[in-house]
């Protein structure tokens, strides 16, 4: 079979969209307003397993890339969530969040409540990261495609429907904003160049299609022990 054109094969990534985690019905549940404070906070206490994973999977992929210029610009996702010299960084700003929504300090960065579920779906993602080619570990973290719609409704929603969040919990969204669109088009650029036949570009989805799959289980994880609405709060 002749490969797709660039511009096909970038319109396939893109489809990809149908499946991303936004139309989880626990998210579709939380951005129209229908989650308890309970349901809320949990989404966030076990969220922080995943932020804090994201600069080792991307360390991962850094110790991988053999070329200069790649490790340069890869290195600022790195960054972007560690925090540098006068940057807190996303991981800094996701604690704030957690304390916006009620929950200690202490309590989310123990990470003694992430569930298993979570916790498996995350550190497959990451395990992939490590062995796989940096190319194809790049590939995986095209679900940014889809990040700024998620964090738009966030910063939309939450506030009319959550008004117990302190405002300024919000800093982690916002900050995202720009940073995922800039990480976009990096990725973007590696995944065309490098997937060039259609064996490869099939491949190239089958990946993106894994990473989804991560955000879905953990999605799944949450509502199984916290449910959705008033009438489907799980034990404590």
């Known amino acids: 079979m002749n490969p797709w054109s660039r511009a096909e094969f970038e319109e396939k990534l893109r489809a990809k969209g149908e499946r991303y985690h936004i139309h989880h019905p626990f998210h579709v549940a939380m951005n129209s307003g229908r989650c308890t404070k309970t349901q809320v906070q949990g989404w966030v206490l076990n969220r922080f397993y995943y932020q804090v994973s994201i600069p080792v999977k991307d360390a991962a992929i850094l110790a991988n890339m053999p070329d200069r210029e790649q490790r340069r610009r890869w290195i600022q996702r790195i960054l972007d969530h560690d925090g540098a010299h006068g940057s807190e960084g996303g991981i800094e700003a996701w604690l704030r969040l957690g304390e916006a929504v009620g929950l200690a300090r202490e ?14 779906a995350v550190n497959a993602y990451v395990d992939f990261a490590r062995r796989a080619p940096w190319q194809e570990a790049v590939c995986a973290s095209l679900t940014e495609l889809f990040a700024p719609d998620i964090h738009k409704q966030r910063l939309a929603n939450w506030p009319q429907h959550y008004p117990w969040i302190e405002p300024s919990g919000y800093a982690y969204f916002r900050q995202r904003l720009g940073e995922a669109r800039r990480d976009v088009e990096h990725g973007l650029e590696v995944t065309l160049e490098h997937f060039r036949t259609r064996d490869e570009q099939q491949r190239a989805l089958d990946i993106l299609q894994f990473k989804l799959d991560v955000l879905w289980a953990m999605l799944d994880a949450m509502q199984l022990k916290y449910g959705i609405g008033e009438a489907g709060i799980g034990d404590e």
């Open 107 to 120: 309590e989310i960065a123990s990470l003694r409540r992430v569930l298993p579920g979570v916790r498996f």
